[in-house]
C-alpha cells in the first residue's frame, strides 16, 4: 500500500518549492556553498537541490519543529562543533537525515541547515 506524502508528513505537499520533474542533471561545475548555508551534503542533498547541486543521493524533508526552546545549528554532529544559526522555539522545520541522537534539518532548501540533537525537535505527533 502506498501513502501520499501528506499521510507520511513529508513535505513535497505542503512545501513552498517544487521538486524537479523527470530526469534531473548538471551542466557544468558547480561552487560549493558554505557549511550551515545549503542543505547539501555530499552523501545527501534536500531534492528541491537536485537540479543545482550533485549528492550521492537526495531526500524529500519530513515535516517537524523546533521545540519549546531555541536551537543553535551546528556544523557537524558534535557538541563542541562550530555554531550555525539559531532557529526561533516552535518554528517549523525540515528534517533531512538521523543519525544517533542528532538530527540534521533545515528551514528549506535554501538553509540554513545544520545539526541538533533530536530532543531539540518538538516530540513528532505523526500527523
Request: proline share 7%; no cysteine.
Amino acid at each position: 500500500m502506498y501513502r501520499t506524502a501528506s499521510q507520511t508528513g513529508f513535505v513535497s505537499e505542503d512545501a513552498q518549492y517544487s521538486l524537479p520533474d523527470g530526469i534531473v542533471g548538471l551542466k557544468g561545475p558547480v561552487d560549493r556553498p558554505a557549511p550551515g548555508t545549503l542543505p547539501l551534503r555530499g552523501d545527501l542533498a534536500h531534492i528541491a537541490l537536485a537540479g543545482r547541486y550533485l549528492a550521492a543521493h537526495y531526500v524529500v524533508p519530513v515535516k517537524r519543529a523546533i521545540g519549546a526552546s531555541d536551537a543553535v545549528l551546528k556544523l557537524a554532529m558534535r557538541d563542541d562543533a562550530d555554531d550555525g544559526s539559531t532557529l526561533a522555539a516552535n518554528s517549523d522545520v525540515e528534517l533531512l537525515d538521523v543519525a544517533g541522537d542528532w538530527a540534521w534539518i533545515t528551514k528549506g532548501p535554501e538553509g540554513p541547515s545544520g545539526y541538533v540533537r533530536m530532543n531539540a525537535l518538538a516530540p513528532d505527533t505523526g500527523a
